[in-house]
């Protein structure tokens, strides 16, 4: 449990981030002079309009109508922006009690928190995390308060691997939707924003907890399937660990495809009398379909239909 010292002088540095900084008045002031201008515009319209009528130039005063009719409409516009920004409520943070609460909370729910105070990081552990039968080990979540309120979600948390248990091939990948520490939130990436933005600590926490603890195979950087598998030494394609042959010549991993690519290979440079053995290789072969004699009848290669 954080103490009290620590607890109060970091609920101030959050509340001191997360005020509501004062609206610039540029745009409100734009809105009042442009309407002043429109509205110096239309008595001008209307005493033209005026003289017009007066002269009985039922035209030029129809002209002068629409005009007036045209601008007032934009004016209107203007008088709805000033009316819906004076009734906008004043932005809202939480103050020094309610992140306290929340600090608090976020002992509760996920034991000891740690600050690093030249980081600017808030740190927490979660448990040991398994899917799918793959155990990845327990996790850092790490938020950087340094951005405040503006800051986006899966930038200001880093995730770090405690006992990283990476996929063959990717030692920047330590969880299926984390990479190079950096979370990829998916669909929660909008909830995540949203509840920095409020200043919902514990919320954001435990959307990222949720991150790591469900599996998305449409976003996940490595497939779970592939976890624990290889790469293929000829083509260099991502193999599961069952699927993968070994080489009888260099001992590489090889995939179905190139295993059986270089089985035929050695078939068609084979002799005669060497050939059933290696057709053994190949699950459903005959010798008939593959052995063509040669004239001697007995050291020819064989070539594949």
């Known amino acids: 449990m954080l103490p009290i010292p620590i607890l109060l002088r970091l609920a101030r540095r959050l509340e001191m981030l997360w005020a509501p900084k004062p609206d610039p008045p540029t745009r409100p002031e734009r809105a009042w002079g442009s309407l002043r201008t429109q509205l110096t515009e239309a008595e001008s319209l209307r005493w033209r309009i005026e003289q017009a009528t007066a002269r009985r130039l039922v035209c030029a005063a ?21 009316r819906a920004h004076c009734d906008a409520p004043p932005p809202r943070a939480p103050d020094r009690c309610e992140w306290i609460r929340e600090l608090r909370h976020l002992e509760s729910e996920f034991g000891t928190v740690t600050v690093r105070w030249t980081d600017t990081v808030i740190r927490v552990v979660t448990e040991p995390i398994e899917l799918k039968n793959v155990p990845l080990g327990p996790f850092a979540i790490e938020f950087n308060w340094s951005g405040g309120p503006s800051a986006s979600g899966s930038r200001a948390f880093e995730v770090k691997a405690l006992k990283p248990n990476r996929p063959a091939g990717r030692s920047d990948v330590t969880h299926p939707h984390v ?18 933005a409020d200043g919902r600590l514990v919320d954001a926490f435990q959307l990222v907890h949720s991150v790591l603890t469900n599996y998305n195979p449409h976003s996940a950087y490595v497939s779970l399937n592939e976890w624990d598998g290889s790469h293929c030494a000829q083509c260099g394609r991502r193999i599961r660990s069952d699927d993968a042959s070994s080489c009888e010549g260099c001992d590489s991993d090889l995939c ?14 084979t002799p005669l009398r060497r050939l059933p053995r290696t057709l053994r ?10 052995a063509r004699h040669d004239r ?8 594949l239909p």
Not at 281 to 290: V, W
Not at 296 to 303: C, R
Request: contains cysteine.
């Open 62 to 82: 129809a002209s002068l109508k629409q005009e007036l009719s045209t601008l007032l409409k934009v004016m209107g516009r203007r008088i709805e922006e000033i």
């Open 179 to 196: 990479e190079d520490d950096i979370l990829c939130a998916g669909e929660a990436k909008e909830a995540l924003d949203q509840a920095i």
């Open 256 to 269: 179905d495809e190139c295993r059986v690519r270089g089985t035929l290979r050695g078939v068609r440079r």
């Open 281 to 290: 290789r190949l699950p459903g072969t005959t010798l008939p379909r593959f």
């Open 296 to 303: 001697a009848g007995t050291s020819g290669l064989f070539q």
